[in-house]
């Protein structure tokens, strides 16, 4: 039994030496493979990433979803950029950006992405898109700094109530993708992240990346409180849902009621009372990332929201 246990020890030492050297060569790779061409800002003591691309009056600000880069913008960016100034950036932790020692809570990183606007001297007007969980970021900044943001594009977004009214997924499933991360030192989520391109894997398997997804998780439940605890109604700011499937209605006509795509769907159309002036558009594909695989939804709604800044305000 000694002996055996001996072996096992082995092959799992040799296992975790190999995907230490496998995950520290790959990273070198990528480092000397894919170079930043954006700009560094400083905010705090964090160097955060961003891109701006093309110009105009109106700025639109992506925020991504939990463990995604600016990356992920790049189809819906080229389709706005030769009319409007475009500005993606990635959280602290994320991508090319520093990491933070502080909680990734929503609230914090709000106060770090004005910070990065003000370094930049963007301070509006903004029409805001948040994909996922930054769709629940950029529903604070906009109950934050209502004055800056003219606009909203929710893209499949967390809403606030999502932990309390949707089950949670399995148990082994959630443990599956923690444990998974937490082997990023041994290249583990390049196994399974394999399916992205070169670029988007080389910065998402990073340790640093995969741990600030742990911990934005982590603080998930204290980021929707926060969103929830500030005024619900956002008056008249234009705003536009992007969400998947098809209407709830509709759905409880082939499954249950329970079904979570049917809550999902329910959670998107309770976006509706954000403002008087909101409208959700059904992408009628299963799909969540609609920013990647139905870039151009994405750019009407921008476009969209723009004419409505533009009959109201006469911006241009």
Known sequence: MPKLFKIILSTITAIL???????????????????????????????????????????????????????????????????????AYDRAGLGYSGKSQKPRTSQIMVNELHALLQAQSIEGPLILVGHSFGGLNVQLFAKTYPEQVKGLVLVESIHPDYLSYIPPQPSWRRKRLTIGKWLAPFGVPRLYLSGNDAHHKAVMTTVKHQYTSLDEAKHLEESTNQVASLVNNLGSLP????????????????????????????????????????????????????HRLQPALVIKAVEHISESIHHKNGLF
């Open 17 to 87: 030496l190999i995907g230490l050297v496998y995950q520290q060569t790959c990273a070198y790779i990528d480092s000397q493979t894919f170079k930043p061409n954006g700009k560094f800002s400083q905010v705090g003591n964090i160097e955060m990433y961003s891109e701006t691309v093309g110009d105009g009056p109106v700025t639109v600000v992506f925020d991504s979803g939990m463990g995604h880069s600016l990356l992920v913008w790049r189809d819906v960016i080229n389709g706005l950029s030769s009319s409007f100034k475009t500005f």
């Open 239 to 290: 705003i536009i849902i992007l969400a998947r499937n098809t209407a709830s209605a509709q759905l409880k006509s082939t499954l249950s009621a329970q079904n979570q795509n049917v809550k999902w769907a329910e959670l998107q159309e309770r976006f509706l009372g954000l403002s008087n002036n909101a409208t959700i558009i059904y992408s009628q594909e299963r799909r969540h990332s609609i």
